[in-house]
């Protein structure tokens, strides 16, 4: 299982929200690069970084900080937050960024979406899907959670499957900054539906617990925030969790 700690961005400073709301911002006094030097030391090979900033904007950021990031050797980035257009996603490319996520465009474009996909290939790309529940199935939230689609989740990653996606981010906005715990259930129904894909879960990590029902139901990645700035437990334990 790969583990990917987490780095949220706002004006270059390390946060997490709660429940994607703005205005439940908690700010660490580390600084991004210590972070994810720390991470790399611990024994992470990959990282996942938010611009938030980017997210709320509608177009990236924080691009400086996150190439900064990309130079920590041996420690690869997933980054993304307000990418609209093909410039976004080159200029983080270029930026050292080894995946780009994308979000909003997922469900506001998918055909262009699916155009990157064919002409970057998967392996550029992480496909992130922000639901909420309601009832029974999952609505896929947009433009930095503040706006809900009528899309639903499955119907949208059989979609992109098809088109060929590989890399999948799932995060339940109603756990994501609440340390409440993972939604398991609801990443075990994805990965089994989806077995060839990389399922990412995200939002609500709590305990290695959580890492370690993850890695039994066969889900292949984890993003884990705001448990490790918390001290609730260390990259290298969640490592060793997953493994």
């Known amino acids: 299982m790969i583990i990917y700690p987490a780095i949220d961005l706002i004006s270059g400073q390390c946060v997490r929200l709660e429940e994607g709301d703005f205005a439940r911002t908690t700010t660490y006094d580390a ?5 994810a030097k720390s991470y790399r030391q611990a024994g992470a090979i990959w990282m996942h970084v ?22 920590v050797e041996g420690l690869s980035v997933q980054a993304g937050g307000g990418v609209r257009c093909f410039d976004d996603v080159i200029s983080l490319l270029e930026a050292g960024v080894s995946r780009v996520v994308v979000g909003s465009l997922c469900v506001k474009d998918p055909d262009m979406v699916k155009s990157w996909l ?3 290939g998967a392996a550029a790309l992480t496909l992130a899907l922000d639901v909420r529940p309601d009832g029974e ?9 503040q706006e ?23 995060t339940d906005i109603s756990r994501d900054g609440m340390l409440e ?12 539906r989806f077995p060839d894909v990389e399922m990412i879960a ?14 039994t139901k066969g889900v292949k990645a984890v993003i884990i925030g705001k448990a490790l700035y918390e001290g609730r437990f260390n990259v290298k334990e969640a490592l060793d969790a997953g493994a």
């Open 137 to 145: 199935n999952y609505k896929i939230a947009t433009h930095g959670w």
């Open 202 to 215: 995200s939002g609500g990590v709590a305990t290695l617990n959580d890492v370690v029902e993850l890695n």
């Open 118 to 120: 064919s002409s970057l």
């Open 181 to 192: 715990g993972v939604n398991v259930e609801l990443m075990d129904q994805l990965q089994a």
């Open 50 to 71: 938010v611009d938030l900033d980017g997210a709320k904007a509608g177009s990236p950021k924080q691009s400086e900080v996150i190439s900064s990031l990309c130079d």
């Open 31 to 35: 600084t991004p690069i210590d972070v």
């Open 148 to 170: 809900t689609s009528d899309r639903l989740l499955f119907d949208v990653v059989q979609d992109f499957v098809a088109a060929g996606g590989k890399h999948f981010l799932v």
